[in-house]
C-alpha cells in the first residue's frame, strides 16, 4: 500500500490546505493535482474524496486566518507594516469594496492572494457569514480546478503514471499563470 492509497491521505491532506492559508510556500495545489494525476491512473486516492478533502482544507484554513486576523488584531503587527504588505492590504481592501465575490472566488490562483484575501477580509471587515460563503465557493472551484487538471491529464493514453503527474504539475502552474494575469488585467480595468 502506497501513501497516496492511505486513508491518511484526506485527513493529511486538508490539514496541509488548512495550514497553507497561513503559510502560503506549502504546495498544496501541486500536491493535490498530482494525487488527482494518480487517482486517474492508479485508481487511488478516489478523486471526490481528494477535492471533499481539498474543499474542507480550504474552509478551515480561511475561516482559521480569518478569525485570527479578527480576534489578534494583527493589522497593526509590525509584519503587515512595510510598504509592500500595505499596498497589497490597501489593492485588497478595494477589491473587496467593489468586487467581493470574485475577488475571493480568484484569489486563490494569484501567489500569496490566498492569505492577502483572508487577511484583507478580516481587516475591511467582510462579515463572517459572506466570507464563509465566499471561502465555499472558492474552495470548490479551487479544488475541481486542482484535482481535475490532474484527473485529466492522468486520462491522457499512453502516460506513465509519473509523467502524467509532472504533465498535471506543469499545466496547472501555467494555467494558474494565466489565470493571475487575467485577473490582474480584469482588476485593472477599474482602477
Given amino acids: 500500500m502506497s501513501a497516496a492509497d492511505?486513508?491518511?491521505?484526506?485527513?493529511?491532506?486538508a490539514f496541509f490546505v488548512a495550514l497553507s492559508a497561513i503559510f502560503p510556500p506549502i504546495p498544496t495545489t501541486s500536491?493535490?493535482?498530482a494525487l488527482g494525476a494518480l487517482s486517474a491512473t492508479d485508481g487511488?486516492?478516489?478523486?471526490?474524496?481528494?477535492?471533499?478533502?481539498?474543499?474542507?482544507?480550504?474552509?478551515a484554513g480561511d475561516l482559521g486566518a480569518y478569525e485570527l486576523v479578527r480576534h489578534?488584531?494583527?493589522a497593526s503587527?509590525?509584519?503587515?507594516r512595510?510598504?509592500?504588505?500595505?499596498?497589497?492590504?490597501?489593492?485588497?481592501?478595494?477589491?473587496?469594496?467593489?468586487?467581493a465575490a470574485s475577488w475571493v472566488l480568484t484569489s486563490r490562483f494569484v501567489p500569496l492572494g490566498r492569505?492577502?484575501?483572508?487577511?484583507?477580509?478580516?481587516?475591511?471587515?467582510?462579515?463572517?457569514?459572506?466570507?464563509?460563503?465566499?471561502?465555499?465557493?472558492?474552495?470548490i472551484l479551487w479544488s475541481a480546478y486542482s484535482v481535475g487538471i490532474g484527473v485529466l491529464s492522468g486520462l491522457?493514453?499512453?502516460?506513465?503514471?509519473e509523467f502524467a503527474v509532472v504533465i498535471a504539475i506543469a499545466f496547472s502552474l501555467l494555467l494558474g499563470r494565466g489565470i493571475s494575469a487575467g485577473v490582474t488585467w480584469y482588476l485593472q480595468l477599474d482602477e
Avoid: C
Avoid at 77 to 80: A, C, D, P
Avoid at 156 to 161: A, D, E, K, N, R
Fill in 6 to 13: 492511505s486513508g491518511w491521505v484526506y485527513p493529511l491532506g
Fill in 31 to 33: 500536491l493535490f493535482v
Fill in 44 to 59: 487511488l486516492p478516489n478523486g471526490f474524496l481528494l477535492a471533499a478533502a481539498m474543499l474542507a482544507g480550504a474552509v
Fill in 72 to 74: 489578534r488584531d494583527m
Fill in 77 to 80: 503587527w509590525k509584519i503587515l
Fill in 82 to 99: 512595510g510598504p509592500r504588505t500595505q499596498k497589497a492590504l490597501h489593492a485588497s481592501r478595494e477589491r473587496l469594496s467593489k468586487h
Fill in 115 to 139: 492569505l492577502t484575501m483572508n487577511v484583507a477580509s478580516a481587516i475591511t471587515p467582510v462579515s463572517r457569514g459572506r466570507f464563509i460563503l465566499y471561502s465555499v465557493a472558492a474552495g
Fill in 156 to 161: 491522457l493514453p499512453g502516460l506513465s503514471t
